[in-house]
């Protein structure tokens, strides 16, 4: 603990002034004289000795009664002049950092106010908070932020309503493989719901996110009437202008049902071969010609052929979709790959007469297979590098498996996302 | 008339089996180079058996249709 220290000024040096000190305040005083350097002055000062420094005539001590050096001062009789406390000095420099610090703290405090201020009165950002649609959360769509910008995906449907009004403004290119109808339009609105899930973005009225590949360029070939059917001829002529036109996804979702035991077409496994060789992806819809919980059907076609991608349907439960086919004829072919969200799925929908929204709910495995052909779009553009093969790969590979599902009923299980 | 979808052999040149065809009395509707697939049509039935070009040869069907 660090004492007091006095610096005592007497008005003389006389013997008799000295030893009135050294008897008012019970101290010995020790003359400078004596000082050397064996016999410094701070090995000798304390409370009970002083050193009196003659060419000052200034007493040095510790620990003094401070009221009784008081009334010393007063009293003319008593050699004690003055006294002050001892007093620490810094070096000019040292004084100066100290000044700095202070400044700087005390700009330090300066910017910590203004920044309290800015937090607390900040505006609130501009863009909305995202809501997803159940299946787009199921498959992890809020955890990635690829948008399958750049690839070409090609939806083989009913057609598409391009005055759709979340699709203003993007460039789609498309092609009719239906005599006398329109591959613009769409009044079955089956491929307009598709289109949706595949390449859609957000509503237009609440904001929900419905569509996965919201930047991809979107491709519509019209394969199915308005009445919803198609033929072999319009699927191969869409096939062959998709592959010619060199787009990365055919999705699919259609379907003609197989019976059990019956093999897998050798055109449409031709056809996904050769889609496959020309770096494109088919994926395509398991069917819904199932009943659950009597046993499924098996895999339609062409989602059926091993080079073609079958995607069975799952509802928010994650159970499968009573109507989703399954892989029955596994000795033959026809296996399901992977399962997606295919129960009361929200998408566009072209606005009919009377109707006042520009969305529907669907369930199908019509409606699974754009999940995947979305998120293969999200794939390719996260990895550019890899061929369609490899893609197909990929989705399954990060395909979850679900509780009690068996593979029979979904593949390798529910898409997923890769972050 | 029926329609068919003849899926070529590997190594098989179309400009040379197309000849064959319309001799066979078939009217070649379309050809699909990268599919190697030739459509044709025919009145009468036609099976794998009658051209060892083929792979296979399928009949078209019509029972495509949305699934929803």
């Avoid at chain 1, 809501?131 to 750049?150: H, S, V």
């Avoid at chain 1, 069917?287 to 062409?302: H, I, K, M, T």
């Amino acid at each position: 603990m660090k004492q007091n220290r006095y610096i005592v000024l007497l008005k003389d040096q006389h013997k008799s002034s000295i030893q009135s000190v050294e008897r008012e305040f019970s101290v010995s005083v020790t003359s400078s004289e004596l000082l050397s350097k064996d016999n410094r002055s701070y090995n000798i000062i304390d409370n009970k000795n002083a050193v009196l420094y003659k060419n000052l005539g200034v007493v040095v001590v510790d620990d003094m009664d401070e009221q009784q050096l008081t009334l010393s001062v007063k009293d003319t009789k008593s050699p004690v002049i003055w006294f002050e406390k001892e007093r620490d000095f810094f070096a000019a420099d040292e004084i100066t950092l100290i000044n700095e610090l202070k400044t700087a703290v005390d700009q330090l405090k300066t910017k910590i106010t203004e920044l309290e201020n800015f937090i607390l009165h900040k505006p609130i950002p501009q863009q909305p908070v995202i809501e997803w649609q159940w299946g787009l959360k199921a498959i992890g769509m809020d955890k990635t932020l690829f948008t399958g910008k750049g690839i070409d995906v090609c939806i083989l449907d009913t057609g598409f309503d391009i005055s759709h009004p979340d699709f203003t403004g993007r460039t789609i290119e498309g092609k009719s493989f239906i005599q006398g109808e329109d591959w613009d339009k769409d009044p079955n609105g089956h491929g307009t719901h598709c289109a949706g899930v595949a390449c859609g973005n957000v509503r237009n009225d609440t904001g929900v996110r419905y569509g996965i590949a919201k930047d991809c360029n979107l491709k519509i070939g019209k394969v199915l009437s308005n009445s919803g059917n198609g033929t072999t001829s319009s699927i191969i002529d869409a096939i062959d202008w998709a592959i010619t036109k060199k787009f990365r996804i055919i999705s699919m979702s259609l379907a003609s049902p197989v019976q059990i035991n019956e093999k897998p077409s050798v055109l449409f496994e031709t056809v996904g071969t050769r889609a496959l060789e020309n770096n494109v992806l088919i994926i395509a819809a398991a069917g819904n010609d199932s009943q659950r919980p009597s046993l499924p059907a098996p895999v339609s076609a062409p989602a059926n052929s091993l080079s073609i991608m079958a995607v069975a349907a799952i509802d928010n439960q994650m159970k499968v979709a009573r109507f989703s086919n399954a892989g029955i004829n596994a000795s033959t072919g026809g296996n399901i790959n992977v399962c997606a969200p295919g129960v009361d799925i929200l998408s566009s929908y072209p606005r009919k007469s009377g109707s006042t929204t520009d969305y529907k709910l669907l369930s199908g495995t019509s409606m699974a297979t754009p999940h995947v052909s979305g998120l293969a779009a999200l794939y390719m553009e996260q990895f550019p590098d890899l061929s369609a093969r490899q893609v197909w790969e990929l989705l399954e590979t990060k395909a979850k498996q679900i509780e009690n599902l068996p593979y029979r009923d979904i593949g390798k299980g529910l898409i997923q996302t890769i972050h | 008339m029926i329609i068919y979808f003849g899926v070529l052999k590997e190594g098989i040149n179309y400009v040379k089996i197309k000849k064959k065809l319309t001799e066979a009395g078939l009217i070649i509707r379309n050809y699909y180079p990268a599919l190697k697939i030739v459509k044709f049509e025919s009145e009468k039935k036609i099976t794998q058996a009658d051209f060892d070009f083929f792979v296979a040869i399928e009949e078209e069907k019509n029972d495509f249709s949305i699934q929803m």
